[in-house]
């Protein structure tokens, strides 16, 4: 089945900065104007947003020298934002906090501007299993679901889905921040981890109870979905033309379910361009 679907970008450039999310480095951000698909720079080295440049997806997706990049991704994609060049001061994104909402924020500030059009054919569905992890994705209207699952331990089982729009992913998935269980944080710090989070920043699951105030119930499912976005849309599918279905998955399962669904994607040679 073949989409078409409007390019966009930013109108102008807008910058941002904060700590990178693990390492607590301070970071510059900016978001330029572009037609050249989605670009992270640091250090002048530039690198295309693709599954082919995954090197990393320990606590994070990490692009060859660039680090984070999966909730600025997931912002990306929930706004429609289709080219576009991240120039960074450091070499990972910044956790601002712990969510995707201060990406969408700066890049609702300055609108976007449309620069053309594209066509992608989904040729299959595409089904990603590894152990209890599943994926699900077909072309579709854009719904999604994840369904987070902690077995016998506090909060069990939550199931968070929508029917995906840029307005539903501001109001029901970018504010969703990251979290960990009570017992993971001295052993995330201790490695030099999430030093660019805080109390405010992450939401840390006890023994039956947040330790700190959520956001939503199911803030964790939230978080998760959003991350599943930023991740798939390294394979260059716009998320609301999927419908997809996760249970389970993580940053590595998620960036190959991204490399399967890249597989089956082909571009239309009857595209527009700028």
Same mark, same amino acid.
């Given at each position: 089945m073949e989409v078409s679907f409007a390019r966009k970008t930013v109108r102008?450039?807008?910058? =941002?900065? +904060?700590?990178g999310l693990h390492s607590g480095e301070p970071v510059d951000v900016e978001f330029?104007?572009?037609? !050249?698909?989605?670009?992270?720079?640091?250090?002048?080295?530039?690198?295309?947003?693709?599954?082919d440049e995954v090197t990393d997806t320990t606590r994070c997706t990490r692009l060859s020298g660039v680090s984070t990049v999966e909730h600025a991704m997931s912002a990306l994609a929930g706004l429609g934002v289709t080219d576009v060049l991240v120039r960074m001061t450091g070499a990972e994104l910044?956790? =601002?906090? +712990?969510?995707?909402?201060?990406?969408?924020?700066?890049?609702?500030?300055?609108?976007?501007?449309?620069? !053309?059009t594209a066509s992608l054919r989904l040729f299959e569905r595409v089904f990603y299993v590894d152990g209890d992890v599943r994926i699900g994705i077909s072309v579709g209207s854009g719904h999604w679901r994840f369904d987070f699952e902690c077995g016998e331990r506090w909060p069990g089982s939550q199931s968070f889905e929508c029917q995906l729009t840029p307005e539903a992913f501001r109001r029901e998935i970018a504010g969703a921040r990251t979290f960990a269980f009570e017992e993971e944080v001295p052993l995330l710090l201790g490695a030099g981890l999430g030093q660019g989070l805080d109390s405010g920043s992450a939401l840390v699951i006890g023994h039956g109870a947040y330790q700190n105030p959520a956001r939503w119930d199911d803030e964790p499912a939230r978080h998760k979905l959003l991350d599943l976005i930023g991740d798939l849309y390294l394979a260059g599918m716009p998320p609301f033309f999927l419908n997809v279905v996760a249970v389970k998955s993580g940053h590595r399962t998620n960036v190959e379910a991204a490399k399967r669904l890249s597989a089956h994607l082909r571009s239309s040679p009857d595209a527009e361009t700028p």
């Open positions: 102008s450039s807008i910058r =941002l900065t +904060g700590k330029v104007p572009s037609d !050249g698909g989605i670009v992270f720079e640091s250090g002048g080295v530039q690198t295309r947003a693709t599954v910044p956790a =601002l906090d +712990g969510s995707a909402s201060g990406y969408v924020a700066a890049l609702d500030s300055v609108g976007l501007e449309d620069i !053309g």
